[in-house]
């Protein structure tokens, strides 16, 4: 072509050997790509690229894997803290009952006081017969020792009778017969 910036071909040339040459003034080989000249880097070589996507992606994959466990957590956690809330609602709930007297009347509560005291009273008239039954029970048994014991005395004091009636015949039996 001609001359077309006001340069001649010469000059072209030599802006062509700066660039090859460097900054040092030291001569490098001449790129065949014309990114070279560009100042666009060349990119990594196919494999290079592939093996760092495939890191990229086992690191994602593991980052993924922890958000996926904490999640689970997070959910069994909060799982376990909605029931124990409804059990502590529930018994809340319970003991406002209690406290407010469950919704009952102060005539239905006065009847159960009184039914109450009955079968209180019932009891303590049970108890009362039943100290009664065993206290009759320990007097006939004391009462039954000790005409057992009056017997075995009666019995031993006519035994001791005699014994004594015996031992008095005796020497008046001995001093009967005539000396041998």
Known sequence: MGRSNGRSKDDTTSEQKRDVQGDRGE?????????ARSGVRAAPPMGERVKAAL??????????????????????????????????ARELESVGAILSGAGEEPSELAGRIERLERVLDAAD??????????????????????ADHEREVESLRQRLADLEAETKREPATSSSDPPN
Do not use: C, H, W, Y
């Open 125 to 146: 008239q049970d108890a009362a017969r039943e100290r009664e039954r065993l206290m009759s029970e320990r007097d006939k048994f004391i009462a039954m020792l000790l």
């Open 27 to 35: 001569p490098e080989e001449p790129s065949t790509r014309d990114s």
């Open 55 to 88: 890191e990229a992606s086992a690191r994602t994959e593991a980052t993924l894997a922890d958000l996926v466990r904490a999640a689970k957590f997070m959910n069994a956690t909060i799982g376990t803290v909605r029931a124990a809330n409804t059990a502590l």
